[in-house]
């Protein structure tokens, strides 16, 4: 958010707590954020990718995603707090939840979503 803020000037950090409270954006972790329907892909690709219930390597669910290292942790750290996913000694398993999308996931981890 702090360069966001250089970038567009202070009221771009209210902009994007109104596009989370909408529930257009959600926080995936401290000055990361995203658009809801590309965590609805996330959990789509995810599911598909693990759907054989075999643990997978962060470095099988980077290929799967197609996105380096820096994006991947916050993205999989964010799919364990909602429960899509568990992390294991080597790698992450499907979690508990079952499939609802950001916007619910987002509202039981206590994010207000309009």
Same mark, same amino acid.
């Given at each position: ?5 250089? @970038?567009?000037? #202070? +009221? ?6 109104? %596009?989370? =409270?909408?529930?257009?954006?959600? @926080?995936?972790? #401290? +000055?990361r954020y995203y658009a809801t329907p590309? %965590?609805? =892909? ?11 219930g075999k643990e997978k390597s962060p ?40 499939p609802t999308g950001p916007r619910v ?10």
């Amino acid at each position: 958010m702090d360069e966001l803020a250089q @970038q567009f000037g #202070p +009221d771009s950090v209210s902009v994007l707590k109104l %596009l989370e =409270r909408q529930g257009r954006i959600i @926080q995936v972790a #401290p +000055d990361r954020y995203y658009a809801t329907p590309a %965590l609805d =892909r996330l959990e789509s690709v995810l599911r598909s990718a693990m759907a054989d219930g075999k643990e997978k390597s962060p470095s099988e669910l980077r290929d799967a995603l197609g996105v380096s290292r820096k994006y991947l942790i916050p993205l999989l750290e964010y799919a364990d707090r909602t429960g899509l996913t568990q992390r294991r000694a080597t790698g992450r398993v499907l979690g508990p939840r079952t499939p609802t999308g950001p916007r619910v996931s987002a509202e039981r981890e206590g994010i207000r979503l309009s």
